[in-house]
């Protein structure tokens, strides 16, 4: 089982970028899939989380009404749509599958982990 993130870079404050993470190795249809990331200094935060089929999904307060998560099932792909960016969304965002534990804010919950991608803003 692989997962493998993409799409990150440096944009201006108010810009948009989308990250990518595609899974390998089995199928995730039945599993909840999530963003989270890591500031330089600080701890690995959660962003956001939505179930393989495309349940409601859920947001840190600091991204709701900019980022959006999606899947799109036949390939096997998680997004993040990033709009509006601030400079306090730098860091590095990784994705995560298989939700295991019983707080998905937490980064113990979830079994498998992409590599991350660097995401900059600057002001």
């Known amino acids: 089982v692989q997962l493998q993130a993409s799409g990150g870079g440096l944009v201006q404050a108010g810009g948009s970028l989308r990250l990518s993470c595609k899974a390998s190795g089995r199928a995730f249809k039945n599993y909840s899939v999530a963003w989270f990331r890591q500031a330089p200094g600080k701890e690995r935060e959660f962003v956001a989380r939505?179930?393989?089929?495309?349940?409601?999904?859920n947001y840190t307060d600091s991204v709701k009404g900019r980022f959006t998560i999606s899947t799109d099932n036949a390939k096997n792909m998680m997004y993040l749509q990033m709009n509006s960016l601030k400079p306090e969304d730098t860091a590095v965002y990784y994705c995560?599958?298989?939700?295991?534990?019983?707080?998905?804010?937490?980064?113990?919950?979830?079994?498998?982990w992409g590599q991350g991608t660097q995401v900059t803003v600057s002001s």
């Open positions: 995560a599958a298989q939700f295991v534990g019983s707080n998905f804010y937490v980064t113990g919950s979830w079994g498998y």
């Open positions: 939505i179930s393989w089929s495309g349940d409601t999904p």
